[in-house]
């Protein structure tokens, strides 16, 4: 069993930054990818950003160049660092992680971007 605890969302003006955590507990094993996702109101839920467990990060076209994620030195923290903050990058922020066939959500944290 795995858990997920995301912090770190907030209110922030356009153009401000913000950076994400996802705390990881459990049994967790070495060789998962990890993601954020995020949605919008009335929305799907999109992905992100994802992290592969060798290191290598891809992001959707929408944050590209803006926002980072990365990995915790022991490996049980995961971290989205946003900048330049749109309003189109308000919602709420997943952090997930799939293992053995296993999909783990947290619970999300709002972020909202005013203008």
């Known amino acids: 069993q795995v858990q997920l605890v995301e912090s770190g969302g907030g209110v922030v003006q356009v153009g401000g930054s913000l950076r994400l955590s996802c705390a990881v507990s459990?049994?967790?094993?070495?060789?998962?990818?990890m993601a954020w996702n995020r949605q919008a109101p009335g929305n799907q839920r999109e992905l992100v950003a994802v992290?592969?467990?060798?290191?290598?990060?891809n992001y959707a076209d929408s944050v590209k160049g803006r926002f980072t994620i990365s990995r915790g030195i022991a490996k049980n923290t995961l971290y989205l660092q946003m900048n330049s903050l749109k309003p189109e990058d308000t919602g709420v922020y997943y952090c997930h992680l799939k293992q053995f066939g296993i999909d783990y959500w947290g619970q999300g944290t709002q972020v909202t971007v005013s203008s």
């Open positions: 992290l592969s467990s060798g290191g290598n990060a």
């Open positions: 459990g049994s967790l094993f070495a060789g998962n990818d």
